[in-house]
T-cell receptor, first 114, second 115 residues
Framework: QKEVEQNSGPLSVPEGAIASLNCTYS??????FFWYRQYSGKSPELIMF????GDKEDGRFTAQLNKASQYVSLLIRDSQPSDSATYLC??????????????FGTGTRLQVFP | DAGVTQSPTHLIKTRGQQVTLRCSPK?????VSWYQQALGQGPQFIFQ???????QRGNFPDRFSGHQFPNYSSELNVNALLLGDSALYLC??????????????FGPGTRLTVL
């Protein structure tokens, strides 16, 4: 079982629609969760982080965390063609490791078509 | 406020050679982590430096080594390059409590090609 799993996609949505990106993680002790956006050939750019169960909203983006189900999601409202990128879900290894190493999924490629 | 910087941007080496990549963290950050990202994959943790010491290491061979300087900048060295070392090398900085709460910000990366 992979530590962080994402559907590789591509996920294709029309402009203006809601894009829903999902991620599951295996270590129940994980406590910090991140979404990064990565354009082709570029480095990952932080979109959002979430620590507590529930929803966290920032502009068009909403992160959702359900620790009981070990599930994190990212919703993008009013999707734009400029949102077309790979979205990486990342989890910080639990505190018992005394480090902040990020464990990444393989990413979901999102395509927003006009 | 300068973000994370990395140099060089691109590098081409041949098998068996050695390479050094450099990273300067974001202002106010004291922790540097290095990641390797192969094409189509998520970044893989190489190691993390805090207070000039390696705090944790991922599943990478000893050919990969690093250093952190008193000004918090860092180097990644790779010896005896293999074709499989071709990847995007990412540096991330954070203010490192090491307790699982710190947000990491990535630099632009160094694209290494091994021929």
């Amino acid at each position: 079982q992979k530590e962080v799993e994402q559907n590789s996609g591509p996920l294709s949505v029309p402009e203006g629609a809601i894009a829903s990106l999902n991620c599951t993680y295996s270590d129940r002790g994980s406590q910090s969760f991140f979404w990064y956006r990565q354009y082709s050939g570029k480095s990952p750019e932080l979109i959002m982080f979430i620590y507590s169960n529930g929803d966290k909203e920032d502009g068009r983006f909403t992160a959702q965390l359900n620790k009981a189900s070990q599930y994190v999601s990212l919703l993008i409202r009013d999707s734009q063609p400029s949102d077309s990128a790979t979205y990486l879900c990342a989890v910080i290894a639990p505190a018992r490791y005394n480090t902040d190493k990020l464990i990444f999924g393989t990413g979901t490629r999102l395509q927003v078509f006009p | 406020d300068a973000g994370v910087t990395q140099s060089p941007t691109h590098l081409i080496k041949t098998r068996g050679q050695q390479v050094t990549l450099r990273c300067s963290p974001k202002s106010g950050h004291d922790t540097v982590s290095w990641y390797q990202q192969a094409l189509g994959q998520g970044p893989q943790f190489i190691f993390q430096y805090y207070e000039e010491e390696e705090r944790q290491r991922g599943n990478f061979p000893d050919r990969f080594s690093g250093h952190q300087f008193p000004n918090y900048s860092s180097e990644l060295n790779v010896n005896a390059l293999l074709l499989g070392d071709s990847a995007l090398y990412l540096c991330a900085s954070s203010s490192g409590s090491g307790q699982g709460w710190d947000t990491q910000y990535f630099g632009p990366g160094t694209r290494l090609t091994v021929l």
